[in-house]
T-cell receptor, first 111, second 112 residues
Framework: DGGITQSPKYLFRKEGQNVTLSCEQN?????MYWYRQDPGQGLRLIYY???????QKGDIAEGYSVSREKKESFPLTVTSAQKNPTAFYLC??????????FGSGTRLTVV | ELKVEQNPLFLSMQEGKNYTIYCNYS?????LYWYRQDPGKSLESLFV?????AVKQEGRLMASLDTKARLSTLHITAAVHDLSATYFC????????????FGRGTSLIVHP
């Protein structure tokens, strides 16, 4: 079945450490998105990519980086420059039609 | 800059009652989405509204869109406990960016 797979489901980061969240889709979608969710804050856009080898900053890109080397994959790296990374991270994709498909999310905690 | 406001942010209601969640947005929109999220889970798509006057219904939920007022509503009829969740609206603005901007969500608790 087609869908989006995010891994890991839970991730723990030590101070000063970079961590990478995986997002893979087999829907043949061109566009992919990363959102951060904090309690009571809704979803805020970190980065998006509308085509392979191209991506754009969203509203809260500072302290994050992404790559889009393959259509299927859009990994997000949370760098040590992100001072408050504890949150729920959601990846989404879209392609044709009007729907957006969301992954199951990664919960990142700083320890 | 597109802003999306939902209200109320918290809603506690009894089973069998009706209520409406409101979603206001600040600029012209191509389309509007409603999603449901259970605690710790991903987003489940409920409705997509594409044009002025659009109305969609699924079970006890009905969504409508008024593009002139820049307002969408999600109406809950005869609420049941299973509807307890957080509901988000998301707006995709015109101009071809196709990036959803989300409201803060409405946390709904339905009491027996």
């Amino acid at each position: 079945d087609g869908g989006i797979t995010q891994s890991p489901k839970y991730l723990f980061r030590k101070e000063g450490q970079n961590v990478t969240l995986s997002c893979e889709q087999n829907l043949n979608h061109d566009a992919m998105y990363w959102y951060r969710q904090d309690p009571g804050q809704g979803l805020r856009l970190i980065y998006y990519s509308q085509i392979v080898n191209d991506f754009q900053k969203g509203d809260i890109a500072e302290g994050y980086s992404v790559s889009r080397e393959k259509k299927e994959s859009f990994p997000l790296t949370v760098t040590s420059a992100q001072k408050n990374p504890t949150a729920f991270y959601l990846c989404a994709s879209a392609g044709g039609g009007y729907g957006y498909t969301f992954g199951s999310g990664t919960r990142l905690t700083v320890v | 800059e597109l802003k999306v406001e939902q209200n109320p942010l918290f809603l506690s209601m009894q089973e069998g009652k009706n209520y409406t969640i409101y979603c206001n947005y600040s600029t012209t929109s191509d389309r509007l989405y409603w999603y449901r999220q259970d605690p710790g889970k991903s987003l489940e798509s409920l409705f997509v509204l594409l044009s002025n006057g659009a109305v969609k219904q699924e079970g006890r939920l009905m969504a409508s869109l008024d593009t002139k007022a820049r307002l969408s509503t999600l109406h809950i009829t005869a609420a049941v406990h299973d509807l307890s969740a957080t509901y988000f609206c998301a707006v995709v603005s015109g101009g071809g960016s196709y990036i959803p901007t989300f409201g803060r969500g409405t946390s709904l608790i339905v009491h027996p």
